[in-house]
């Protein structure tokens, strides 16, 4: 009953984390286009009045005229109506921790600690987890007050984010080390929000409405923090989504696959940014389709050799019962999982036969199965389970 507890739980909690994600990354990704989209006030009267760019646009069968005042409208009051975007990334960032609690905290031993690669403990794992969110945040943000030049303060946080990555590797399983990375980018964005960019904007609003001069300093702040919130925007999404793909993280140097992934994203997203202003540099998105098209060769399994040996079902089927059915049986016997993951059975020469591929690419190819090595499948039997792939398969 616990194990289906926390299955509705992960639903609940992972459905809102996406939708509170689509609405978040929706309306960030809007608000880029609409400052790179504005042009100079049509009217002089609007001008005169503060209007510092707007842009028209047609939707959902009507027209609008969006209006950017740089320091709230000249001589007239600010509206009280005044729509704040923020608890959409929020909701995001609570609902990711959520997450990351029931799945990589409260199920550290399966998905969180994975020994062969750090002998961990429980205790130790989860405060190394939540403690390097914090720690970035501190050094990403010390890094945005000093460094002026934004080129540079842009190259230094990736490749901290490439170092970030290289270290989870080393601490966590490959699977958790990827979705580390993935928080720390959430968390960097959502206190960006949280710290600057809404406080900012809490005080230009107090001047206006106090008839005070209003200070340019915080708008430049969150004007930053927005921008760099952008790039991070299609690299975060594929961490999102990276564990359906053990080919990324489960390859033995996963730490540069994801490197070169979030490069190809921030340039596809340059391509974005800058055809918003009115530029077409079609470099850009050639350039990380390149990235991605390359890493997909070099990621792609060497071509299979015909095996010297065959070898039997018989030798195979324990292994399988030992290191695999245990969790992928219609009735799994392993403490924890009360059903096979992802629906994958292994129970029958039958259906292990049928998810040959699977256990090529999971168990053999990159070896992100048994998730955390649990089951203690060893490189003899990873060995032996390749060589009975390598010559077909066969159940009989």
Same mark, same amino acid.
């Given at each position: ?44 009267? =609007? ?66 600690? =994975? ?123 594929? !961490? ?111 259906? !292990? ?44």
């Amino acid at each position: 009953m616990e194990t289906y507890i926390l299955d509705w739980l992960n639903l609940g909690v992972r459905w809102l984390h996406f939708t509170a994600g689509i609405a978040w990354i929706g309306a960030s990704l809007y608000f880029v286009m609409l400052d790179n989209s504005l042009r100079r006030p049509a009217k002089t009267a =609007d001008a005169e009045r503060g209007v510092h760019g707007e842009l028209w646009a047609v939707h959902g069968g009507g027209f609008y005229c969006s209006q950017k005042f740089l320091t709230g409208p000249k001589g007239e009051p600010l509206s009280e109506h005044l729509h704040w975007s923020k608890w959409e990334a929020y909701t995001t960032w609570l609902s990711g921790m959520g997450l990351m609690a029931l799945i990589y905290w409260y199920g550290a031993n399966a998905y969180l600690v =994975d020994r062969s690669v750090m002998a961990l403990s429980v205790p130790a794992a989860i405060a190394i987890s939540a403690g390097s969110l914090v720690a970035g945040w501190f050094v990403y943000d010390a890094l945005c007050r000093v460094i002026r030049s934004e080129l540079a303060l842009a190259l230094i946080v990736y490749v901290l984010l490439v170092a970030a990555a290289w270290g989870y590797a080393q601490v966590f399983g490959a699977r958790a080390a990827y979705v580390h990375v993935g928080a720390l980018i959430g968390t960097i964005m959502v206190w960006n929000v949280f710290f600057h960019i809404i406080p900012g904007q809490k005080k230009m609003v107090a001047a206006l409405r106090s008839g005070q001069p209003v200070d340019p300093r915080p708008g430049i702040v969150g004007k930053q923090r927005s921008v760099h919130n952008t790039y991070f925007t299609l690299p975060v999404l594929f !961490i999102m989504i990276s564990n359906h793909y053990p080919m990324t993280y489960g390859h033995r140097h996963g730490w540069a696959v994801l490197a070169v992934i979030m490069l190809a994203g921030a340039l596809i997203r340059q391509f974005f940014v800058l055809r918003h202003r009115g530029r077409l540099v079609w470099a850009l998105p050639a350039a990380g389709a390149a990235l991605l098209v390359g890493l997909a060769v070099m990621l792609a399994p060497m071509p299979k050799s015909a095996a010297d040996t065959t070898v039997p079902f018989a030798q195979i089927a324990p292994i399988i019962a030992a290191r695999c059915a245990v969790c992928h049986a219609a009735k799994p016997t392993f403490a924890g999982f009360e059903q096979a993951p992802g629906g994958v059975l292994l129970d029958t020469p039958e259906r !292990i036969r049928a998810a040959a591929a699977q256990i090529e690419q999971q168990s053999v190819a990159t070896q992100a199965m048994p998730i955390g090595n649990l089951t203690h499948m060893t490189a003899d039997e990873r060995a032996l389970l390749g060589r009975w792939l390598a010559a077909g398969a066969k159940t009989d």
